[in-house]
């Protein structure tokens, strides 16, 4: 039963997630610009979004990564497998990084990477180098995932787990996943060529 529940929320997610994005994208727009709805519809809601969206992306990467230690792809179903899969754990990263700073966990700032190990929320958001750019937690989650770190953004607090977890799975993913899945694609060329 329990299997059957969950397969049907993973099929409803892949197949109708532009269609429940949207509404969820609407209901939260109509939420913010309507001062008479409570608070709290307004958090669930933009969580509802939020889960929704990290939902998708982790099915994305399982599925992904399932179709890269399949062992009949061909090289450019790797290749892409393997880009698809980054790109959606880069911005796993991204929103991951972004909630910390939502919490008041941690947060990625500019230049400096002296860190204040006592902070608060409001402390974050005063912060003059605080990152609020989408794309720069997506460029910091990037650099962080394959191991390059230019150290123009750094993490404070929490953040720092998550840049350790993000080159741990950037590293193992890279070195692993795609090990795999090249040793896959060379034995089924040799299985072919013996036919």
């Known amino acids: 039963m329990r299997e059957r529940i969950l397969q049907t929320i ?9 269609i ?6 609407i209901v939260n727009a109509f939420f913010l610009a309507n001062k008479a709805v409570p608070a709290i519809l307004k958090i669930i809601a933009f969580l509802l979004l939020t889960i929704y969206i990290l939902l998708f992306i982790i099915m994305r990467i399982k599925m992904n990564v399932t179709k890269l230690l399949h062992h009949e792809l061909k090289f450019n179903q790797i290749l892409t497998a393997y880009v698809v899969s980054v790109i959606f754990i880069i ?16 947060y990625l700032k500019y230049g400096s990477c002296v860190d204040n190990t006592e902070f608060t929320r409001e402390d974050i958001m005063q912060d003059p180098l605080l990152v609020i750019n989408p794309m720069h937690y ?29 080159a741990i799975i950037g590293n193992a993913f890279t070195v692993l996943i795609l090990a795999m899945a090249i040793t896959n694609y060379s034995t089924n060329k ?6």
């Open 91 to 106: 911005l796993l990263f991204s929103i991951i990084y972004w909630a910390m700073v939502v919490v008041g966990a941690g």
């Open 190 to 195: 040799y299985q072919e060529k013996k036919k």
């Open 138 to 166: 997506s460029y910091f989650s990037a650099m962080t995932f394959f191991s390059v770190g230019f150290g123009d953004i750094c993490p404070m607090g929490m953040s720092k787990l998550v840049a350790t977890l993000n």
């Open 10 to 18: 993973k099929d409803w997610t892949l197949n109708h997630f532009f």
């Open 20 to 25: 429940t994005f949207i509404i969820l994208l």
